[in-house]
């Protein structure tokens, strides 16, 4: 059975980096037919899609975030990571690792727990 | 970029209901369509891919449909383990991204 554990600081200060990493276990990373993404939802509203990446380090990024975004993917590790450069409050949120299977139209079969982000001084 | 609008924002409705919420694009998007159920504090959680499939375990009583730019989950008799927030979301598979819509919360009338 597949499970995604998100880890990294739950607080960041503002003007810093985000770094989190998303641990796989129960399949291999490098399986093809699925990308590998972040997600993330502030408290009390709604989700917004960060960015997601190919097992070959192909990514993609929301268009909104992008400039601030890197995701990276550890095949060795069975690992993919996330960094968002120089945070406010408003990237405090749950960040959620997640699978994305393509051939069902990108969607999320398997999500990490989340793991709550606060950005403050 | 696609945007996604949901509507309602806030849905009340008793046990038994029909309930149906819409999803609309944009602009016109492909099949990729799908819905989610998220309960407070818990990851998200697939209903409907590809705009009227069922995820494998989800009960009948759900079910998707639209085209183009015009989608809907309908739940055709509300159940207690119904009351939750909803969420569409597209994906375009020609330069992939994926857009989510503001949400939809069920709550009990």
């Known amino acids: 059975q597949l499970q995604l554990l998100e880890s990294g600081p739950g607080l960041v200060k503002p003007s810093e980096t985000l770094s989190l990493t998303c641990t796989v276990a129960?399949?291999?990373?490098?399986?093809?037919?699925?990308?590998w993404g972040w997600i993330r939802q502030p408290p009390g509203k709604g989700l917004e899609w960060i960015g997601s990446i190919y097992y070959n380090g192909n990514t993609y990024y929301n268009p909104s975030l992008k400039s601030r975004v890197t995701i990276s993917v550890d095949t060795s590790k069975n690992q993919f990571s996330l960094k968002l450069s120089s945070v406010t409050a408003a990237d405090t949120a749950v960040y959620f690792c997640a699978r994305l299977t393509i051939a069902f139209g990108g969607v999320v079969e398997n999500w990490g727990q989340g793991t709550l982000v606060t950005v403050s001084s | 970029d696609i945007q996604m609008t949901q509507s309602p924002s806030t849905l009340s409705a008793s046990v038994g209901d029909r309930v149906t919420i819409t999803c609309r694009a944009s602009?016109?998007?492909?099949?990729?369509l799908a819905w989610y159920q998220q309960k407070p504090g818990r990851a998200p959680k697939l209903l409907i891919y590809?705009?009227?499939s069922l995820e494998s375990g989800v009960p009948s009583r759900f079910s998707g449909g639209g085209s183009g730019t015009e989608f809907t989950l309908t739940i055709s008799s509300l159940q207690p383990d119904d009351f939750a927030t909803y969420y569409c979301q597209q994906y375009n598979s020609f330069s992939p991204s994926w857009t989510f819509g503001q949400g939809t919360k069920v709550e009990i009338k």
């Open positions: 129960g399949d291999s990373i490098s399986t093809g037919g699925y990308y």
């Open positions: 602009q016109s998007i492909s099949s990729w």
């Open positions: 590809k705009v009227s």
